[in-house]
């Protein structure tokens, strides 16, 4: 008794210097609980279609597939098989067994219904893909169509229903759309855990401002086919900053986190601790998307390009790497393409080195004052030619995240050096999230979904370049160019290598004239775990099933192979029996019927112009369709893009490789348009 009680005191002494919630650790069977943190301030709701939702909210709900970016592998949840009706169309059969908690049936009904729910409201992740959808369609009870047009033919997005969709009970939130209306992606938090209704492993059981639980349930529809997961319980501990996580994972009262740790490895390399990031050794994390500095176009002064210009010669790239994030990724390439990726062979060398941007205080001055942008009353602030002044100006990212703070104050340092008049502001997440929604900012650090995956480049320049989207869909920086949109269109139809190389290469042109935003690193995928109660995590060593932890449910898998210290884990056999790569789906679709096509021609004519930018090239390509019976129809594109040397597009093709397959065959006649 006496023990417990000094154990209790002093795990509140901690909480009070750290910051550390002081309630949470004594509350559930430590043997049966793994204590996760990922999120910051106060829980914004179990809604999963929230502008932002609390960790592993997706959880409770199901997917039709789980997908990991990093073995580009996928695995059935509640999809029990899929099939190419025709290239426009494909079919996903949903499982038998797939029950919501409540007991009935999830169905084909639902899947549709919440994708209708993005075309009739703004509704984050679902009211993009319409872009590219034409209809969704429920065959039967367990059958759903995913429809397309060529007019809207995009792969890639179609690949994201699949996997990206978390989807609702129709039974009980079609009576809250009745309730709430718009209202209902916006302010229902959905935080009464008696009356969620969802179909996962685990369900929210308990939560306050500061901890959250999920508990694992076990009689849900999938005990039969995977198991139960191990850990009865999931608690999720929010604390004040980056500091006061890494005490608490110091000392044992976290199992995983996903937070920025300064000088992690020494917990290993220096004081022997069960710690551990995927790597043992330098980077320590996996290489995710692409982190950007993002400048407000909808700010007069910012948008000039001569400011834009100078800024990205004020940023020093180098010590954002090795001081404030200790060598934890690499610079990312001037463009939005990994470049450590496969996709890596689109980047345009020739264009990149026209206008490459380095750490250079001095040749940012000189843009400037090459513009006319000089400082014309003595304050120290430069001003436009029109007197529009250069500040005072804000940079901001969420307090807590320490690293990237640090990061703000460097470019803060050096803006106010060459004449920008900007400081530093470090709001509650919620408020900067809110912020970036309501366009009221002026610099942030941010990413976008320019991540690897079955999709890249061509996600990177879609979420961060096209004009139909905002945050939190895609293009935070407010970049209104109506060049984009054909060419975003157009790449994931088009499978000539040459060709595919020309259009990133315009694409990267219009982002290097115009810097929509700066490529600063590749976000570390931020993964910490402890061995002190779990073992088993997903590491180089085993390279198990490993997505991201803030990615639900596609990294469920990870809670059923992790065990208690002192058993032995064992991925699961649904895992290795059931998972297949992206290429499948996509010589599946190769192979799909004809329809009633019998040919397709194509002709590319190219004529060459010039421009006092670059060379250019016009590729019009038209593709003949001719049917059987009567339809002869021709879809004509035409998009302006730049030359390069031949020899630099040779064995050009990520996307080839995973699209090229699947358009040598004679084109469908269905959802014509």
């Not at 890639?156 to 759309?177: D, F, M, T």
């Not at 179909?199 to 995977?226: N, Q």
């Not at 929604?437 to 079955?454: H, R, T």
Request: glycine share 6%.
């Amino acid at each position: 008794m006496k023990k417990t009680l000094y154990a209790v005191i002093i795990l509140s002494l901690i909480a009070m210097l750290s910051g550390i919630p002081a309630s949470y650790a004594q509350e559930l069977p430590r043997e049966e609980t793994v204590y996760v943190s990922s999120d910051w301030g106060p829980p914004p709701g179990w809604n999963p279609y929230l502008p932002d939702s609390c960790w592993a909210t997706t959880m409770m709900y199901p997917t039709l597939y789980l997908y990991s970016p990093y073995s580009d592998e996928w695995i059935p949840y509640a999809a029990k098989s899929y099939r190419w009706l025709d290239k426009y169309t494909l079919e996903v059969k949903i499982k038998d067994e797939a029950k919501w908690w409540d007991g009935k049936p999830i169905t084909a009904y639902d899947v549709e219904y919440t994708l209708e729910l993005g075309r009739k409201y703004s509704v984050p992740g679902i009211t993009p893909l319409w872009d590219y959808l034409e209809e969704v369609e429920a065959a039967d009870s367990k059958t759903v169509l995913f429809i397309t047009s060529e007019r809207k033919l995009n792969y890639y997005q179609i690949l994201g229903v699949l996997s990206g969709i978390a989807i609702l009970p129709k039974h009980r939130w079609e009576p809250l759309e009745r309730e709430w209306g718009e209202r209902l992606f916006s302010e229902f938090r959905d935080d009464e855990p008696e009356k969620i209704v969802g179909a996962g492993p685990y369900k929210l059981m308990s939560w306050t401002e500061e901890v959250y639980t999920y508990v694992r349930v076990d009689d849900w529809w999938g005990k039969d086919i995977f198991g139960l997961p191990r850990p009865k319980y999931i608690t999720h501990v929010t604390f004040k900053d980056n500091t006061a996580a890494g005490i608490a994972f110091e000392a044992g009262e976290l199992d995983m986190a996903t937070h920025f740790f300064a000088g992690i490895y020494e917990m290993w390399k220096v004081k022997g601790l069960a710690r551990r990031t995927y790597y043992k050794d330098q980077p320590y994390y996996v290489g995710g998307g692409v982190i950007f500095l993002w400048i407000n176009y909808n700010e007069k002064a910012l948008a000039n390009l001569d400011v834009r210009r100078a800024i990205a010669h004020a940023i020093p790239f180098d010590d954002l790497i090795s001081k404030a994030y200790y060598n934890y990724s690499i610079r990312a390439a001037p463009v939005p393409i990994i470049h450590t990726s496969p996709a890596a062979k689109y980047i345009n060398q020739t264009l990149v080195d026209m206008y490459k941007f380095e750490f250079n205080l001095d040749k940012a001055k000189k843009i400037l004052d090459d513009a006319g942008i000089i400082d014309r009353n003595g304050d120290g602030v430069r001003e436009l030619p029109d007197g529009t002044k250069l500040g005072p100006f804000t940079i901001q990212v969420p307090y807590g995240w320490t690293d990237w703070m640090m990061m703000c104050d460097m470019i803060a340092e050096n803006l106010n050096k060459i004449g920008i008049s900007i400081s530093t502001e470090f709001p509650d997440f919620s408020v900067w999230w809110q912020r970036l929604m309501d366009k009221d900012w002026d610099f942030v650090i941010g990413w976008a979904d320019a991540s690897p995956g079955y999709a890249h480049p061509w996600n990177s320049f879609r979420s961060t370049m096209d004009p139909r989207l905002s945050h939190p869909a895609g293009n935070w920086e407010n970049y209104k160019n109506p060049e984009v949109v054909p060419l975003i269109d157009a790449l994931p139809k088009e499978t000539d290598p040459e060709n595919l190389m020309k259009m990133y290469s315009k694409l990267q042109e219009l982002w290097l004239r115009d810097l929509p935003g700066v490529p600063l690193f590749y976000g570390a995928v931020w993964y910490e775990y402890s061995e002190d109660y779990w073992v088993g995590w997903p590491a180089e060593e085993n390279r198990w099933w490993f997505a991201n932890f803030w990615s639900w449910p596609s990294n469920i898998p990870v809670w059923f192979y992790i065990a208690p210290k002192g058993e032995t884990p064992k991925l699961p056999d649904w895992v290795t029996a059931t998972k297949f790569p992206t290429s499948k789906i996509f010589e599946a679709l190769a192979a799909a019927p004809w329809h009633g096509f019998i040919t397709v021609t194509t002709t590319l004519t190219t004529t060459v112009t010039t421009t006092a930018a670059a060379a250019t090239v016009t590729i019009t390509t038209t593709r003949t369709e001719i049917s059987t019976t009567t339809a002869v129809s021709t879809v004509t594109s035409e998009v302006a893009v730049p030359t390069m040397d031949v020899a630099s597009v040779a064995g050009a093709g990520v996307v080839a490789l995973i699209v090229g397959v699947a358009v040598g065959w004679v084109v469908g006649s269905r959802r014509k348009a």
